[in-house]
């Protein structure tokens, strides 16, 4: 099984991954155009943070790592360098493997190419391990306080300090040097229907032969002692290749073996170098908030469903204003007995920017990051969905809806889909069509989802729904002058 | 040594014509080696017999039966044919054995098939006798021996460097063995061997023989023990079973859309009388579904008109009338719920060819080819098959011609179905059948064969409710949810 440094073997409460358009409803891809500008490495971060976890043990397990990367940021720079060589070493072992089956497909190999090969996987199996010796090495120097990146030196030095290790590495230096041997041995069983099926090289000592015609020339005036004679029969030459085709054979075979377990070992510990991306922007994220002076705080997990978090920053405003002080953070709170939150205000006031912070903490903290803020208790959703005012979309087949029932398609497939546990983000839902229809129809879903454990944070201009709800049944904000939300 | 029986007489005559097969599409549902056995009609014994096969083959574990001893003579067949492919000595010695070991299968599948009605039963007995258990009793210790002296000279070394060398294989541990052992320590998967089938050459061949001559000698001397053994005489069978499980094959078909098929009762007087009747030859299009029909053609009513409209089925019903009535011949089941025929002397038909007509007019070669099938039906007990026979021309001359046809018809006592847009034949005294629209089914186009007589709210609510999302669709959603 593959190691990882991000995700745990099994994860609990597999949840569904959260769509790019939540991430551009929530400018999460433009926050990030401005701490990591390799779109490479930025995109892949993006991933990551799009699958979404709810599992605790996972979140913490990345939050360890992290904090491990903060203590030693030289460590990161050495592993994400190993990792990039290891990289190229997977890439030059999977060109000598299409070039072996390319030969093979096409009927092309000779024995001398067949050797080639078996010569250049040989090497690339013996480098693959002397790299996962090399990050054992490397772990070994820092004292690691994370489970994962223990666990990856463990796993490790627990292959090389096997004594298989040693042998499959003296395997591959004999066969890096297969050129220099003078004999090509091999074993071979036939079927019961008289066909071969077994050809495969050996070692030399197992061949025992006791040539006559040597046996006769050899001429002494004095008694020897009593000669082994082995059995042997010499071969004639074959004139249909038949023997070429099988040290053919048996050589890819052999070539086949390294590759397979290089492959294997490519496969457990390749993750790492696309993982160590993670934590690589992660760090820039962390050191981006650091240098605007502005609060990071890892959160706490809540267990009764109760958020409370102080003086939370939009990281899309931090992240492109230049001035720290021209952002403006705010508190948000939701009870465990609220299931949503309606936040009202005049255009402009910042509601879109409040809704937007709270949907980018979400997401960042349930991915295993910090957050800007002063402290965080929050719970952890099983689904995130967005549902953000947009401009009619352009006409495609299939799309013959107005903007109001786009809106409709689109909340029906959350209706569908969303299960218990989930948070819902709507932004100016239901505006495009007359205001009071409009709230009555918003009222009788936003209570749907209350009555499934869904929760919601709607910005809106419906006041109707004010009246709508009962006391206490939701939660009520209001935007106050200099973007603050009472 | 006695002839073993055989399982398909094919000696009976007459022979019915290739065309009959193609004019009833029965060649797009059987092989041509099916065809072959259906052209040559069984006598009344024969059919019974046969019936009696199929009977039992109504029994899965019968067919699993005839199956496994088809697979293992075709085994026997197989051998047969790469032992006389086969050239290099040690490629015999083997080739040698397994034509022993299969040949020996095939008797003893042979035998076993005593249970499977009276056909087999007659094969069973001859591969049951005294003189063939016997030989198959020495045959199988020289099967033992020859295997056994093969085995020990089935592994070796092979050394290559100035000379090359075969020794004999002791101990050896291949590479990919060893690494293999070191992967698996390490925790990876074993590399997997890519499979070996390579055909060994001459040098090979004779290095092993000589290295192991003792061996060889003693080989050669079990083979030439059965130097005068028949190997082909059970592959003889091959083609008949095939015959019976095609046939069978064709019936599961046939069942899996529905379509019953019974054995037909063997009148003593000239008739043929059926009970939902179906053209299994449609089976060629991958039909879902198949109307059927009944059929009453007797000594008082032998012979009958079909009239009726384009794509009514006409065609369809004559070949389903056609097909069985081969079917029935040839021992095998019919596609109907019940059926009672005589076993005619011979079956005929007449459908417009496609040839280029250069020498002669359609019409010409429609008279010269109506006149040769009356010929060949003479004092024969015949069903003819006609379809737009006389279509060709225009309906004053053809249906002249038709008249003509029909009382040579009427003359010999033939039995027959003439398929016609000639609608004038309502007016002879002869039964006329139609092609009429089946009342019954109010959903498909399907067609019977008879006798004939003589087709709001606001505009937001609206959407809402739409993708059930107004107040009491998400009402009913959370009831289905339990809440």
Known sequence: MAISILYLNERKNYVKPISDRILYHLSLDRSFSHICADIKKREYFLSVVSDLTNDQNEILYRQAIIKDFENNPTLLEQLISLSTRFEELRITQKTAGRDEYRLNATGTASSATAKNILQAQALCLKRALLFIKAYGELLEKYELKSDGLKSLYSSCKEMYECPDYAKLITFCSKYENFSASRYWDFKFALNDEGRIEAYELIDHRYIHVTDPELKKKGFSLFKKAEEVTYPCQRLAPAKD??????????????????????????????????????????LKYIQALSGKEVPVRYPIFTEDQSIKVRNLYDLYLLMSKPNTSSVIPNDFML???????????????????????????QILAQAGLPIPCESAEITLFSQLATQFSEAEKEFCEGNDAGRFEQEVRELAAMVDTLKEGSLVFLNETFQSTAYAEGAEGLYHLLKHFSAFNIRWILVSHLRQLEEMFENNEVTILHTAEGYKIV | MINAPRLLNGNSTPSLPDTLFSDLQIDKIL?????????????????????????????SNNVAHVENTLSVLCATERALYLLKDAKIPLDIYYRQAELFESYLASCEALASMYNIGELFADVANHYSSEESQKLRSEM?????????LLREMSAGLLSFADKNWLTPDYDAVSEIDSISECAKNLGFAAPAKK????????????????????????????????????????????????????????????THIGVPHCIAKLSQTPQYIAKELYDVSLLAKNCESIVPNDADFTENEPFCFLLGANGGGKTTYLRALGVNLILFLAGCPVFAKEADIYPFDIVLSHFPRDERFD????????????????????????????????????DKRGFDLLIDATKKIEADCHFGLYVTHFHE???????VLSAEVDSSDANKRTFRIVRSKGSASSYAADILKKYRLDKDSLAARRCGHGN
């Open chain 1, 335 to 361: 009870g465990k007995a609220n299931g949503g939150l309606l936040v009202f205000g005049n255009n402009g006031s910042g509601k879109t920017v409040y809704l937007r912070s709270i949907g980018t903490m």
């Open chain 2, 195 to 254: 499979p070996q089938n390579t055909k060994i050459n001459l040098s090979l061949s004779d290095a092993v023989c000589h290295l192991y001559s003792d061996k060889v000698a003693q080989i050669e001397a079990e083979i030439a023990k059965y130097t005068d053994v028949d190997f082909y005489e059970p592959t003889s069978y091959i083609s008949e079973i095939k015959f019976f499980l095609e046939i069978y094959s064709l019936l599961q078909r046939a």
């Open chain 2, 31 to 59: 092989s041509p080696q099916a065809i072959a056995v259906l052209q040559h009609l069984c006598e009344p014994s024969e059919i019974m017999r046969r019936n009696e096969l199929f009977l039992l083959l109504d029994n």
């Open chain 2, 359 to 394: 020498n002669t007019g359609r019409l010409d070669e429609e008279r010269k080819r109506t006149e040769e099938m009356l010929n060949t039906a003479q004092n024969k007990v015949a069903f003819l098959f006609f379809n737009e026979t006389f279509s060709g021309t225009d």
């Open chain 1, 241 to 282: 290749g038949l023997y070429e085709r099988l040290a053919v054979f048996a050589l890819s075979d052999l070539s086949g073996a390294f590759a397979k377990i290089s492959e294997q070992i490519f496969e457990k510990y390749g993750l790492i170098g696309r993982e160590l991306i993670f934590y690589d922007v992660s």
């Open chain 2, 140 to 148: 199988e210790k020289s099967a033992h021996k020859i295997r056994s």
């Open chain 2, 425 to 431: 034949v309502m007016s002879l005294d002869y039964p």
